[in-house]
């Protein structure tokens, strides 16, 4: 078991250098380093105080079973939620990207539909019209894309997608979770 690289990957994971995380365990900068390239070893303590700050518990860290990352998805793993009244269809293109940092999803709005009316937050979205047009109402100010463009913003203001074409507008929105 290479204990070294596993506190790494949980480090990096958390986004924390190994000075933060040695300010973090009252353990130096030079210690984590030493930890991390398996040229020393924590004690029991100073183990189970670095699992704590990388959230992490002894048995899943020590737990060797495979445990397979999902990579691909294929239409059968999405989940598709429609809404006649607003005229949209939501595509989650990776189920379980509530968990993750990035939520994918493949949104068609038809004729006069809009999606809904977001809150201010922390995400940055990113979206790519793949046909039609929308129009982005960010705070009071609007924004129109057509096929082939693409909007990225910070959602640090109220934002709604509406539907700008005669037809449907189909769209690849990726959003990052918002910790407020």
């Known amino acids: 078991m290479e204990i070294g690289a596993k506190i ?20 130096s900068k030079g210690f984590i380093s030493q930890l991390e390239r398996d040229m020393n070893s924590p004690s029991i303590e100073t183990l189970f105080s670095l699992l ?3 959230g992490t518990t002894p048995r899943d ?10 990579i691909r998805y294929t239409p059968q793993d999405h989940v598709v939620h429609k809404d006649e009244e607003a005229g949209y ?26 999606f809904k009316r977001f809150e201010p937050s922390l995400a940055e979205t990113f979206i790519y019209v793949i ?20 909007i990225y913003y910070e959602a640090s ?8 074409a005669d037809g449907k507008t189909e769209l690849i929105i990726v959003a990052t979770q918002s910790y407020l």
Do not use: C
């Open 131 to 150: 046909e039609g047009s929308v129009r982005l109402v960010l705070g009071s100010t609007e924004y129109t894309a057509n096929t082939g463009d693409s």
């Open 8 to 27: 790494k990957r949980l480090r990096l994971k958390n986004g924390l250098t190994q000075e933060e995380l040695g300010e973090r365990t009252d353990l």
């Open 61 to 70: 860290f020590f737990d060797d079973t495979d445990k397979e990352t999902k």
């Open 52 to 54: 704590e700050v990388l």
């Open 157 to 164: 203001d109220n934002h709604q997608l509406i539907n700008n």
């Open 89 to 114: 269809e939501i595509d989650w293109l990776v189920a379980t990207s509530n968990e993750k940092e990035m939520e994918p999803v493949y949104l068609t709005l038809y004729g006069n539909g809009h």
